[in-house]
T-cell receptor, first 112, second 113 residues
């Protein structure tokens, strides 16, 4: 069966510090991978998606970047965090050509 | 541009009654619709889906209705239970790269005793 792991679960970082959130998927190959953010009182906003190693598409301009160094690994990064980067970050995967996602358990990021 | 809208941010329903959550969309290219349920501090979990070739899909207590002409779908939960209290997200997908889902802003359902 397929599983998705996302860590850490919570993170408190000072403004200006770097960020690295990691997501890995097991039990499947060549998944589509996604990073979403849920800001306080907001819906789920797609940040990045990837259809293969090294292939990253950005949905909105922002202070974040994503990388996919391996088939089942997706990393969300920032060089310098802003207060507005606070939120609940979710990684998800889907099958190529398939509908619907499976989400990770999320990371609560608080920038102070 | 919010292509998927959930206009009710919250809904309170008594246990045993019907919960109806609504969702509207604007993009006529969407052909698959899903509902996700989310508890605090957890990732959303898939609940039920419907293809645009259908107008109804039922799974136990959950039924999704799709009205393509009105670009409207709804989720019915009957009977509602306290464990159904969560945030419900409507999502839509069209054909194309990565099968990206566009989510609504969510409706917080509270089922009271």
């Amino acid at each position: 069966s397929q599983t998705i792991h996302q860590w850490p679960a919570t993170l408190v970082q000072p403004v200006g510090s770097p960020l690295s959130l990691e997501c890995t998927v097991e039990g499947t190959s060549n998944p589509n991978l996604y990073w979403y953010r849920q800001a306080a009182g907001r819906g789920l906003q797609l940040l990045f998606y990837s259809v293969g190693i090294g292939q990253i598409s950005s949905e909105v301009p922002q202070n974040l970047s994503a990388s996919r160094p391996q088939d089942r690994q997706f990393i969300l990064s920032s060089k310098k965090l802003l207060l507005s980067d606070s939120g609940f970050y979710l990684c998800a995967w889907s099958r190529t050509g398939g509908y619907g996602y499976t989400f990770g358990s999320g990371t609560r990021l608080t920038v102070v | 541009d919010q292509q998927v809208k959930q206009n009710s941010p919250s809904l309170s329903v008594q246990e045993g009654r019907i919960s109806i959550l609504n969702c509207d969309y604007t993009n006529s290219m969407f052909d698959y619709f899903l509902w996700y349920k989310k508890y605090p501090a957890e990732g959303p979990t898939f609940l039920i889906s419907i293809s645009s070739i259908k107008d109804k899909n039922e799974d136990g207590r959950f039924t999704v209705f799709l009205n393509k002409s009105a670009k409207h779908l709804s989720l019915h939960i009957v009977p509602s239970q306290p464990g159904d209290s969560a945030v419900y997200f409507c999502a839509a997908s069209g054909t194309g790269t990565a099968s990206k889902l566009t989510f609504g802003t969510g409706t917080r359902l509270q089922v009271t005793l």
